[in-house]
């Protein structure tokens, strides 16, 4: 029998309590979608599926695209053509709340300088599951201080978002997306203003809640050897298509590097766990 994980003792919402979502094998089916800005061409003829409980890494040089499949996969961005299916379901016929009790997004620029505390920012994430008066069948606030510890927040919780650090700010950021218990998550460089250690306890937090509770992730990632370390399966898009697909042993490669991100690179085994590891080769020594 699967062990609940911490997050489900303390009232995280478990996929498996919707069956119909639970039965399907694909949380994301994407069909010949196009995308332009004006007559400019950004995303042309990109097909592919997510399993459910799959972390699909999408990477790709600077303007390939990447955040406006996004922005698309959240329905923040129209869809000019083609079909994206959410749970079997068309992404369009999805009521605005339906969708973020079943999605959550973290943005390049997670969350503005609001003056709120961070705890008022993570219990935001259960607006999605509260009635017209706010309240919640379920008290949520032990799944709140559980997050909240869980991402060290919890000697930040007073402190108004204004003040915090771009990292802090993310971290916040990712209590939020946590407290909306989603059973898809799409994430935009979540790790761009993370020392080591935050990086690693991140991405350390989305496994545990993928291999844990199911939960289906989709991010963009710059750093290769974290998107090689975490995810299932990469994706690489090169001027708005997709050039390469498979598991990170099968994309890092110097060939597809250099021809993706026109820089020469040696790729090594992860000295502790069967994964790639990226060497930048430079020659101004
Ligand atoms: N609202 C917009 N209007 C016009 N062009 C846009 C708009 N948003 C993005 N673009 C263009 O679309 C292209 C793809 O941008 P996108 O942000 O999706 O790339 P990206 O792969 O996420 O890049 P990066 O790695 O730099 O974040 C870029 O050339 C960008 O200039």
Known sequence: ???????????????????????????????????????RAILQDLSFQVKNGE?????????????????????????????????????????RKELSQL?????QEALPSLPFSVREVVEMGRFPHQSWFGGEKQDSTALVD???????????????????????????????????????????????????HHQVQFMDVISEW???????????????NLAALYCDRILVLHQGQLVADGAPEDI?????????????TVIVPHPEVAKPQVLICTDKQ
């Open 1 to 39: 029998m699967k062990r609940m994980s911490s997050l489900q003792q303390h009232g995280w919402v478990h996929p498996d309590q919707d069956r119909a979502q639970a039965a399907c094998p694909h949380a994301l089916q994407i069909s010949h979608i196009h995308h332009a800005y004006g007559s």
């Open 55 to 95: 972390w699909v890494g999408i990477i790709g040089p600077n303007g390939s695209g990447k955040s406006t499949l996004l922005s698309l996969l959240s329905r923040a961005e129209r869809l000019q053509s083609g079909h994206i299916e959410v749970y079997n379901k068309p992404i369009e016929a999805y009521k």
């Open 103 to 107: 999605m959550a997004v973290l943005q």
């Open 146 to 196: 559980h997050i909240m510890e869980q991402l060290e927040l919890t000697q930040l919780a007073e402190q108004p978002l204004e003040q915090l650090s771009g990292g802090q700010r993310q971290r916040a950021a990712l209590g939020k997306l946590m407290a909306q218990s989603p059973s898809l998550v799409l994430l935009d460089e979540p790790t761009t203003y993370l020392d080591i």
């Open 210 to 224: 993928q291999q844990d509770c199911g939960l289906t992730v989709v991010s963009v990632l710059h750093d290769l």
């Open 252 to 264: 890092m490669t110097s060939q597809i590097l250099s021809d993706v991100f026109e820089t020469r």
